[in-house]
């Protein structure tokens, strides 16, 4: 027997013969939503054509974690052609597109060296991620979190509270905020040398020990380098034998480098 394979929809035209025509790149459409998956929105613009509206197209905002938080399956939404491939017949779409792009004019709107508020977002090991608004993230790094060494920004903020910081740097074209919060705090290094003069007594904790001596934290967040020499009053070999991590100890300020920002500390000094 012999076999005829039959189609009904070649008895219709194919809708994309003229879809350059009608569907170019940078025009406004309507459509309706007809499938949503983890990466985006498949829309309906007329019966046999779909476009994709990527998750990353479809708000300015970096926090939209599925695309069901914005759209819902029979929604009617307007978009913008982005690109076109008539031969694999696909098209893509934006929906962020037809909002400002509230990078455009970030320049004016957060000038470096200006104070901003914002919330928390995210807290990494290297720093904190702080929403200035919808689609405008500032990053504050670590190091920029305050002049005292912390081990985790966790130890300064919270995730979803408030923060106030200072725009330090400005990368408009890779979408890039960095802040700083120990920006708008005296920094303690100002006055250092009328504050812990040679001679100054001190009391510290351990914080690191090294084969060459032991760092001290003091004062407000102040960090000083005993040097092996100045362990003890007899001679040291083994600084780990002398003092440990977390250690209380007292010491006498012997050098302050205000340009390296160093403190050199003696507890041999001090005993």
Known sequence: KERVSLGLKQTSDDPWVDVEEKYS?????????????DYGVFVELEKGIE????????????????????VSLHDEVEAVVLTLDKERKRISLGMKQLEPNPWNHIEGKYPVGSEVEGTVRNLTD????????DG?????HISDLGWKKIKHPSEILKKKEKTKAMVLSIDKENCRISL???????????DISKNYPIGTDVTGVILKVTGFGAFAEFGDGLEGL??????????????????????????????????????????????
């Open 25 to 37: 790149v940078e025009t406004r459409i309507m459509g309706k939503v007809v499938s949503i998956t």
């Open 51 to 70: 476009g994709l509206v990527h998750i990353s197209e479809m708000s300015w905002s970096r926090h939209v974690k599925h695309p069901s938080k914005i």
């Open 126 to 133: 290297f720093g904190a991620f702080i929403e200035l608004q």
């Open 136 to 140: 405008v993230d500032g990053l504050i």
């Open 180 to 190: 700083g919060i120990k920006q708008l705090q005296p920094d303690p290094w100002d």
């Open 226 to 271: 005993i040097h092996i020499s100045q362990l003890s009053s007899e001679k040291v070999t083994h600084p780990e034998k002398a003092v440990k991590v977390g250690d209380q100890i007292k010491a006498k300020v012997i050098k302050v480098d205000t340009t390296q920002k160093k403190i050199a500390l003696s507890i041999k000094a001090f005993k």
